[in-house]
């Protein structure tokens, strides 16, 4: 048929793009794609099944088909009055491909808007299969912003869509999100569950995009544990995945700069044992050539994270993703600020919220600020000139990142931005116990229990460091004096607990069933508050009892790369704690 000639778009080829969503026929798909360069060159939205064609076009350019500015370009055919003409069933197909352009370009809010009116319209006409496609569109952005309660209720809509249709390999991609956000709000278990789940699904298929984001899921669930060789194995397959397509150049380097995180924290565990081993005071010769490979292997890490992150800006000069631009960015920072280059580490942190900045990704300006507050803090404890002006400096980026990051539903996002607000009013410029007190309580309510990766450790720090010199009896005179500040009775109750607890814990020889007994409340009340402030995991089980905990400690033994033999105080850039 000639283009001249074209009136139609032919509603088998609709139904067949259609069927092969539905099964993750994603090659067979792209076949028929290929053969539809006449329709491109003749669309307008006067041909019968335009709207359909494109909300389908979308949906394939998000799977991985070209790219969204086709889409982009067949929407510029719409004007004023063609749009006026659009039936209620063509208009929500234009809508939602608005959508999934403005998704792609990182306009979210933008995005959800067109989301909503597609799920009004579509919940009226009963168009399930825009439903579906809605609402896992608007969970992905909701997701982005860190709004997981939300995400969480429209990915759930997705799959019951689904579900309700009999398209199970179709739930899938939702599946999969729906594992990421779980993660994100702290439910690994439940995270890992659903995502062995969707993979036993979708594992003969040859939807590489969705395989993809299974290992790199993965990945992030292994990295949180601290099983560093697992997750990067992970990634890689990722990556494998990604690279099949040329669409997917983006997604591989977003696994490129994970990957690079993972081995940034490995290169800590392998920079905290050349400085046990450099201070021990053994001096036999079974401590030389041990350095001497540390040395070598940190080296090495530090190297491969340095290619790599080169590859991913290389990536994102071609295929251009703010996001994915502001996380190379914030990863360079981390990567300098460990190796003690704190004037390039600032630049790059920088270079990163301005990133974010103009597509208001709260979540990553608010770890652009976390970074830049270290970075200050790094300045303030090596004492370099203008310290005073550095720790100033630490502060209102501490603030600011507590103001972005409450934005969000990021828990871990709050717990560190928390926890290095306090680290900063804690530092030996300011020294102000009682607000670094109080950022420590707030992080405290949003660490994940059992978790005990570089977070953990910094949260450590800052509770050793408020313990030095804190005494009950100034607390307790503050209270009595009337010095609560807006504090609620609750909230002094469970400040009380911290302060008593913890020392009757010690005094009981770290038993929770001692202090319960002598405080005359509930092992679980105890067990709540030690979890809270960390101290769980050094419980020494009384007689008789099992302690999960110390299943957890002996398990992170085992898949900790390193396990140091002393905890003494490091100069700022080998202390540095690493957060994305």
């Given at each position: 048929?000639?283009?001249?000639?074209?009136?139609?778009?032919?509603q088998?080829?609709?139904?067949?793009?259609?069927r092969?969503?539905d099964?993750?026929r994603?090659q067979h798909?792209?076949?028929?794609?290929?053969?539809?360069?006449?329709?491109?060159?003749?669309?307008?939205?006067?041909?019968?099944?335009?709207?359909?064609?494109?909300?389908?076009?979308?949906?394939?350019?998000?799977?991985?088909?070209?790219h969204?500015?086709?889409?982009?370009?067949?929407?510029?055919?719409?004007?004023?009055?063609?749009?006026?003409?659009?039936k209620?069933?063509e208009?929500?197909?234009?809508?939602?491909?608005?959508?999934?352009?403005?998704?792609?370009?990182?306009?979210l809010?933008?995005?959800?808007?067109?989301?909503?009116?597609?799920?009004?319209?579509?919940?009226?006409?009963?168009?399930?299969?825009?439903?579906?496609?809605?609402?896992?569109?608007?969970?992905r952005?909701?997701?982005k912003?860190g709004?997981?309660?939300n995400?969480?209720?429209?990915?759930?809509?997705?799959?019951?869509i689904?579900?309700?249709?009999?398209h199970?390999?179709?739930?899938?991609?939702?599946?999969?999100?729906?594992?990421?956000?779980?993660?994100?709000?702290?439910d690994s278990?439940?995270?890992?569950?659903?995502?062995?789940?969707?993979?036993?699904?979708?594992?003969?298929?040859d939807?590489?995009?969705?395989?993809?984001?299974?290992?790199?899921?993965?990945?992030?669930?292994?990295?949180?544990?601290?099983?560093?060789?697992?997750?990067?194995?992970h990634?890689?397959?990722?990556?494998?995945?990604?690279?099949?397509?040329?669409?997917?150049?983006?997604?591989?380097?977003?696994?490129?700069?994970?990957?690079?995180?993972?081995?940034?924290?490995?290169?800590?565990?392998?920079?905290?044992?050349?400085?046990?081993?450099?201070?021990?005071?053994?001096?036999?010769?079974?401590?030389?050539?041990d350095?001497?490979?540390?040395?070598?292997?940190?080296?090495?890490?530090?190297g491969?994270?340095h290619e790599?992150?080169?590859?991913?800006?290389?990536?994102?000069?071609?295929y251009p993703?703010?996001?994915?631009i502001?996380?190379v960015?914030?990863?360079?920072?981390?990567?300098?600020?460990?190796?003690?280059?704190?004037?390039?580490?600032?630049?790059?942190?920088?270079?990163?919220?301005?990133?974010?900045?103009p597509?208001q990704?709260?979540?990553?300006?608010?770890?652009?600020r976390?970074?830049?507050?270290?970075?200050?803090?790094?300045?303030?404890?090596?004492?370099?000139?203008?310290?005073?002006?550095y720790?100033?400096?630490?502060?209102?980026y501490?603030?600011?990142?507590v103001?972005?990051?409450?934005?969000?539903?990021?828990r871990?996002l709050?717990?560190?931005?928390?926890?290095?607000?306090?680290?900063?009013?804690?530092?030996?410029?300011?020294?102000?116990k009682?607000?670094?007190?109080?950022?420590?309580?707030?992080?405290a309510?949003?660490?994940?229990?059992?978790v005990?990766?570089?977070?953990?450790?910094?949260?450590?720090?800052?509770?050793?460091?408020?313990?030095e010199?804190?005494?009950?009896?100034?607390?307790?005179?503050?209270w009595?004096?009337?010095e609560?500040?807006?504090?609620?009775?609750?909230q002094?109750?469970?400040?009380?607990?911290?302060?008593?607890?913890?020392?009757?814990?010690e005094q009981?020889?770290?038993?929770?069933?001692?202090?319960?007994?002598?405080?005359?409340?509930?092992?679980?009340k105890?067990?709540?508050?030690?979890?809270?402030?960390?101290?769980?995991?050094?419980?020494?089980?009384?007689s008789?009892?099992?302690?999960?905990?110390?299943?957890?400690?002996?398990?992170?033994?085992?898949i900790?790369?390193?396990?140091?033999?002393?905890?003494?105080?490091?100069?700022?850039?080998?202390?540095?704690?690493?957060?994305?």
């Open positions: 048929m000639s283009i001249a000639k074209l009136a139609v778009i032919p088998e080829l609709l139904s067949t793009l259609s092969d969503i099964s993750r994603i798909g792209m076949d028929r794609l290929a053969n539809i360069e006449q329709i491109l060159a003749a669309f307008s939205p006067s041909l019968e099944n335009a709207a359909a064609f494109l909300g389908s076009l979308a949906q394939w350019c998000d799977i991985g088909y070209g969204a500015t086709l889409v982009k370009r067949l929407l510029a055919t719409y004007d004023h009055e063609s749009r006026c003409n659009l209620i069933s208009y929500v197909h234009v809508r939602m491909a608005e959508g999934m352009v403005a998704m792609t370009e990182e306009i809010d933008s995005a959800i808007e067109h989301f909503d009116v597609v799920l009004k319209i579509a919940a009226e006409t009963r168009a399930w299969e825009v439903l579906a496609i809605a609402n896992y569109w608007k969970a952005c909701q997701r912003k709004q997981y309660e995400a969480l209720y429209h990915v759930k809509q997705a799959l019951e689904q579900a309700a249709h009999g199970a390999q179709n739930e899938v991609p939702a599946r999969v999100l729906e594992s990421l956000i779980l993660f994100e709000s702290g278990q439940q995270a890992l569950r659903k995502l062995r789940a969707a993979e036993s699904i979708l594992i003969k298929t939807d590489y995009s969705t395989l993809g984001n299974i290992q790199s899921t993965y990945g992030r669930i292994l990295q949180r544990e601290s099983r560093y060789g697992q997750a990067i194995e990634y890689s397959r990722a990556i494998n995945h990604f690279q099949k397509s040329e669409s997917m150049q983006s997604n591989v380097a977003r696994a490129i700069v994970d990957m690079s995180f993972t081995r940034l924290q490995v290169a800590r565990h392998f920079r905290r044992s050349i400085e046990v081993s450099r201070d021990s005071r053994q001096k036999d010769r079974q401590h030389g050539p350095r001497v490979v540390l040395v070598k292997e940190l080296s090495k890490s530090y491969v994270i790599d992150l080169k590859k991913a800006e290389e990536i994102y000069r071609q993703h703010t996001r994915g502001a996380r960015h914030l990863c360079w920072a981390y990567l300098h600020l460990d190796t003690g280059e704190l004037d390039t580490a600032a630049e790059e942190a920088k270079r990163g919220y301005a990133a974010a900045q597509k990704d709260f979540i990553l300006m608010a770890s652009a976390k970074v830049q507050c270290m970075i200050e803090n790094a300045r303030v404890e090596e004492e370099v000139d203008g310290w005073a002006n720790a100033i400096s630490a502060q209102d501490a603030r600011d990142a103001e972005l990051a409450e934005h969000t539903q990021d871990r709050l717990a560190t931005v928390y926890t290095w607000h306090g680290l900063t009013m804690s530092n030996a410029f300011f020294g102000d009682e607000r670094a007190r109080e950022a420590m309580e707030k992080a309510t949003y660490l994940e229990p059992g005990r990766d570089y977070l953990w450790s910094d949260f450590q720090t800052l509770r050793r460091r408020l313990m010199n804190a005494t009950l009896e100034s607390k307790l005179m503050q009595a004096q009337g609560i500040g807006e504090k609620t009775f609750r002094l109750e469970d400040e009380f607990a911290s302060l008593v607890i913890p020392r009757a814990w009981e020889r770290k038993k929770v069933s001692r202090v319960a007994a002598r405080l005359s409340i509930s092992p679980r105890v067990r709540k508050v030690l979890a809270r402030l960390g101290l769980l995991e050094t419980e020494i089980p009384a008789g009892e099992t302690s999960e905990s110390l299943k957890r400690t002996e398990l992170m033994a085992r900790e790369p390193v396990k140091p033999k002393s905890r003494r105080n490091l100069p700022a850039r080998r202390r540095t704690r690493l957060g994305l």
